[in-house]
């Protein structure tokens, strides 16, 4: 089965597909062996892991590498973070054709300023809605479109900003989008209106640091979400248990406190992420 198709036959299955984000093919290898049943890639956590300041200066070749290596180390399908598509409406067939090349079953494309300086700002949704067709155009009918929008992050009120999320939402869904990938969201309030407003699937992100303590993925389930994923979660657990061993070694002068706290595995937990 090809995976744009297993991951269509996954998001059409009327339950909500939680899809975490991995960041290098070591953090895809845990996400499946671990029983979900598909990746997200992350941008930011690829773009945080060699040390950039942003997704904009990790750039597209490096995140097409990561990618295409991520692809490579699972069996399950796997969906790129497109970004804003790294360009204009007349670059998207190329940056489309890729990330097929790659091996992803489904792709991003957002409508965020990306890389500028300053407030975060969204592109005229005349631009957005060119960018999307042109995906769909180019990815043909299997390849699973997440439309993301960042009007909620961008706007000066959130009444403002979940307004605009829902028009822009079902527009994008009316030009070719399969998902509807608000950002922003805080709180379970927002999420509901959300579902509700937009003609179609919607996707969230959970486990961020503006919402960790605000909903749970079974109360996002309840509240019908379709896709959930979880963008930094894997890559900040990653900071924190890395600098924790550290500062226990450093402290200690042994390895007494990360033996008793299983703060390491052994080599049979390696050997099984190896093996496929």
Same mark, same amino acid.
């Given at each position: 089965m090809q995976p744009s198709t297993r991951l269509r036959e996954l998001l059409g299955r009327g339950q909500t597909l939680v899809m975490p984000d991995a960041y290098d093919p070591l953090s895809a290898r845990i996400i499946e062996k671990l029983g979900f049943e598909a990746v997200q890639c992350s941008g930011f956590s690829m773009a945080l892991a060699a040390c950039e300041a942003s997704e904009a200066a990790f750039g597209l070749e490096r995140n097409l590498a990561i990618t295409r290596s991520i692809c490579g180390s699972v069996s399950v399908p796997v969906m790129a973070d497109g970004e804003d598509g790294f360009g204009d409406e007349t670059a998207i067939p190329a940056t489309i054709r890729r990330f097929l090349e790659?091996?992803?079953?489904?792709?991003?494309?957002?409508? %965020?300023?990306?890389? %500028?300086?300053?407030?975060? @700002? $969204? $592109?005229?949704?005349?631009?957005?809605?060119?960018?999307? @067709?042109?995906?769909? /155009?180019?990815?043909? +009918? #299997?390849?699973?479109? =997440?439309?993301?929008t960042d009007a909620l992050a961008a706007a000066e009120t959130a009444p403002e900003g979940l307004a605009e999320a829902v028009r822009r939402s079902?527009?994008?869904?009316?030009?070719?989008? #399969? *998902?509807a990938f608000?950002?922003?969201?805080?709180? /379970? #309030? %927002?999420?509901?209106?959300?579902?509700?407003?937009?003609?179609?699937?919607?996707?969230?992100?959970?486990?961020? +640091?503006?919402?960790?303590? =605000?909903?749970?993925?079974?109360?996002?389930?309840?509240?019908?979400?379709? @896709?959930?994923?979880? +963008?930094? *979660?894997?890559?900040?657990?990653?900071?924190?248990?890395?600098?924790?061993? *550290?500062?226990?070694?450093?402290?200690d002068d042994g390895f007494?406190?990360?033996?008793?706290?299983?703060?390491?595995? #052994?080599?049979?937990?390696? %050997?099984a992420l190896l093996q496929r």
């Open positions: 790659a091996g992803v079953a489904g792709i991003n494309l957002e409508d %965020q300023v990306l890389g %500028q300086p300053g407030p975060k @700002r $969204i $592109i005229p949704l005349d631009q957005a809605l060119a960018k999307l @067709r042109a995906a769909r /155009l180019a990815g043909g +009918p #299997d390849l699973i479109l =997440n439309a993301r079902n527009a994008y869904l009316q030009a070719g989008g #399969d *998902l608000v950002v922003g969201v805080s709180t /379970l #309030d %927002q999420v509901a209106l959300l579902v509700r407003e937009i003609d179609g699937p919607v996707s969230i992100a959970a486990g961020m +640091p503006n919402s960790l303590g =605000n909903f749970s993925i079974a109360q996002l389930r309840d509240c019908g979400v379709a @896709r959930v994923s979880l +963008p930094s *979660l894997m890559v900040f657990s990653a900071i924190q248990a890395m600098q924790q061993a *550290l500062t226990i070694v450093r402290e007494e406190r990360i033996i008793a706290g299983e703060r390491t595995c #052994d080599m049979a937990a390696v %050997q």
